[in-house]
């Protein structure tokens, strides 16, 4: 006897008229036209039904802030790191908690159901990681929380940053962050990641950087990070996240560099939507774009995911935890709008994503966690263009988030690949 089927579901690989049998949380079978008795059946009717979204990089301390005490009218990175930092003395842990906890809420209802998040250890009160500790244990019945220690000010250029970060990681981080390109000088950014790595190597945990999120061609900390990944044997355990100099350095350097990623087997976050707004704020035209050199990493056999990093904070006023939307982004701001392009942005925001963030029992597979979305569209590619409804959202077999499918539907006869859906409540007037 199953607790849940779903029957007639499209899968992201590919595969249609799938039917998924679950109990007890897991997956027990994913075939087509599988009968089993079930005390719930689901038909998905066609539509599709996708492991849920990851977000690899976000920064959860600082959600909902978007105002507080003022908004960043330059839009820069930097005038993001000075905001955050006058609005740090005015936190409270109640206001913390009580924003972190409304936007996984939102993530939720949006099939968002792992994220990492990175937390600043600056300060020694370390009330971001204890308000984040905290969120991460009231959320953990339903959204899984990876915490990285990121020395928001530098893990040199502030004082007592290394003791504070280590403080944090002693209190239950899970990851080792950093920021090398915000210390004074290029030489104290290359020894904040030797020291960091080295922490990472004595404690036995993950490294995910910030590194290089700058237009600065010449600042080429990935290449550290790459060298003491190896030097330590720590392949695969290392994510760079944001690589942003990446896009404006020399072609010549940026080939011989990429080799050397994909030696250290690194993983990568790009993301899209900070990136693109932070970053050619200094050009005048024409104006870069910031993203890093995600199709040719992809081709190099890296492991590049998508993160939000931001939503209505000191660095960005929108966004809603909306993964479709970063893979949108993403897309045309890479220019992957190939098929296989197209299908690789929707692996960033799930099957890469979860993969660098070492998530087990991920997939639509027998034996995984019943942890699924089913969206209203057919396939990967039209679940970005539509930035589909998430029907519903089960995380280890219990459904968590429903939505109403799109009320209009306008199917055109005969052209399927130009059905569209229109918004709910919307009437085409003949
Ligand atoms: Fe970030």
């Given at each position: 006897?199953?607790?849940?089927?779903?029957?007639?579901?499209?899968?992201?690989?590919?595969?249609?008229?799938?039917?998924?049998?679950?109990?007890?949380?897991?997956?027990?079978?994913?075939?087509?036209?599988?009968?089993?008795?079930?005390?719930?059946?689901?038909?998905?009717?066609?539509?599709?039904?996708?492991?849920?979204?990851?977000?690899?990089?976000?920064?959860?301390?600082?959600?909902?802030?978007?105002?507080?005490?003022?908004?960043?009218?330059?839009?820069?990175?930097?005038?993001?790191?000075?905001?955050?930092?006058?609005?740090?003395?005015?936190?409270?842990?109640?206001?913390?908690?009580?924003?972190?906890?409304?936007?996984?809420?939102?993530?939720?209802?949006?099939?968002?159901?792992?994220?990492?998040?990175?937390?600043?250890?600056?300060?020694?009160?370390?009330?971001?990681?204890?308000?984040?500790?905290?969120?991460?244990?009231?959320?953990?019945?339903?959204?899984?929380?990876?915490?990285?220690?990121?020395?928001?000010?530098?893990?040199?250029?502030?004082?007592?940053?290394?003791?504070?970060?280590?403080?944090?990681?002693?209190?239950?981080?899970?990851?080792?962050?950093?920021?090398?390109?915000?210390?004074?000088?290029?030489?104290?950014?290359?020894?904040?990641?030797?020291?960091?790595?080295?922490?990472?190597e004595r404690r036995a945990l993950p490294v995910d950087m910030?590194?290089?999120?700058?237009?600065?061609?010449?600042?080429?900390?990935?290449?550290?990070?790459?060298?003491?990944?190896?030097?330590?044997?720590?392949?695969?355990?290392?994510?760079?996240?944001?690589?942003?100099?990446?896009?404006?350095?020399?072609?010549?350097?940026?080939?011989?560099l990429i080799a050397l990623m994909a030696e250290s087997r690194?993983?990568?976050?790009?993301?899209?939507?900070?990136?693109?707004?932070?970053?050619?704020?200094?050009?005048?035209?024409?104006?870069?774009?910031?993203?890093?050199?995600?199709?040719?990493?992809?081709?190099?056999?890296?492991?590049?995911?998508?993160?939000?990093?931001?939503?209505?904070?000191?660095?960005?006023?929108?966004?809603?935890?909306?993964?479709?939307?970063?893979?949108?982004?993403?897309?045309?701001?890479?220019?992957?709008?190939?098929?296989?392009?197209?299908?690789?942005?929707?692996?960033?925001?799930?099957?890469?994503?979860?993969?660098?963030?070492?998530?087990?029992?991920?997939?639509?597979?027998?034996?995984?966690?019943?942890?699924?979305?089913?969206?209203?569209?057919?396939?990967?590619?039209?679940?970005?263009?539509?930035?589909?409804?998430?029907?519903?959202?089960?995380?280890?077999?219990?459904?968590?988030?429903?939505?109403?499918?799109?009320?209009?539907?306008?199917?055109?006869?005969?052209?399927?690949?130009?059905?569209?859906?229109?918004?709910?409540?919307?009437?085409?007037?003949?």
């Open positions: 006897m199953l607790d849940l089927l779903i029957t007639h579901a499209s899968l992201p690989d590919g595969r249609s008229d799938m039917s998924v049998g679950v109990t007890e949380g897991r997956i027990v079978a994913v075939e087509a036209g599988l009968k089993a008795p079930s005390a719930e059946v689901v038909n998905a009717q066609g539509l599709l039904l996708a492991p849920h979204f990851c977000d690899p990089h976000f920064h959860m301390d600082a959600t909902l802030s978007y105002g507080l005490p003022r908004v960043n009218r330059s839009g820069t990175l930097l005038e993001g790191i000075a905001l955050w930092g006058e609005l740090k003395p005015l936190l409270t842990e109640e206001a913390l908690v009580e924003r972190a906890l409304c936007y996984c809420d939102w993530a939720v209802a949006r099939g968002l159901l792992a994220i990492r998040t990175h937390v600043d250890t600056s300060d020694p009160s370390l009330l971001p990681v204890r308000a984040m500790l905290e969120v991460k244990r009231k959320v953990a019945s339903y959204l899984d929380l990876q915490l990285v220690a990121f020395p928001q000010d530098g893990v040199l250029r502030s004082a007592g940053g290394l003791n504070n970060l280590r403080r944090a990681l002693d209190l239950g981080v899970d990851v080792v962050g950093g920021i090398p390109h915000f210390e004074r000088t290029m030489a104290d950014g290359a020894l904040s990641v030797s020291l960091l790595c080295e922490e990472a910030h590194c290089d999120e700058t237009d600065d061609p010449m600042s080429r900390h990935v290449e550290t990070l790459c060298s003491e990944t190896l030097r330590r044997g720590l392949q695969g355990r290392v994510t760079g996240s944001h690589l942003t100099s990446m896009h404006s350095m020399d072609n010549a350097y940026a080939s011989k690194m993983g990568v976050v790009a993301n899209p939507l900070i990136n693109i707004t932070l970053q050619g704020r200094h050009d005048h035209y024409p104006k870069r774009r910031g993203l890093t050199r995600v199709p040719e990493l992809i081709a190099a056999g890296l492991r590049v995911a998508f993160g939000h990093d931001c939503v209505m904070d000191p660095w960005y006023a929108l966004g809603s935890g909306d993964m479709l939307e970063v893979a949108h982004m993403g897309l045309h701001a890479t220019h992957m709008t190939s098929q296989e392009g197209m299908r690789q942005c929707f692996e960033a925001v799930t099957t890469q994503a979860a993969s660098l963030m070492h998530l087990s029992n991920y997939g639509i597979e027998a034996g995984c966690n019943a942890s699924f979305v089913l969206l209203h569209a057919r396939d990967p590619v039209e679940a970005i263009r539509l930035r589909a409804a998430r029907l519903k959202v089960w995380r280890c077999g219990r459904l968590l988030a429903r939505s109403p499918a799109p009320e209009a539907c306008l199917a055109l006869p005969g052209r399927p690949s130009t059905t569209g859906f229109m918004p709910a409540g919307a009437q085409r007037i003949p």
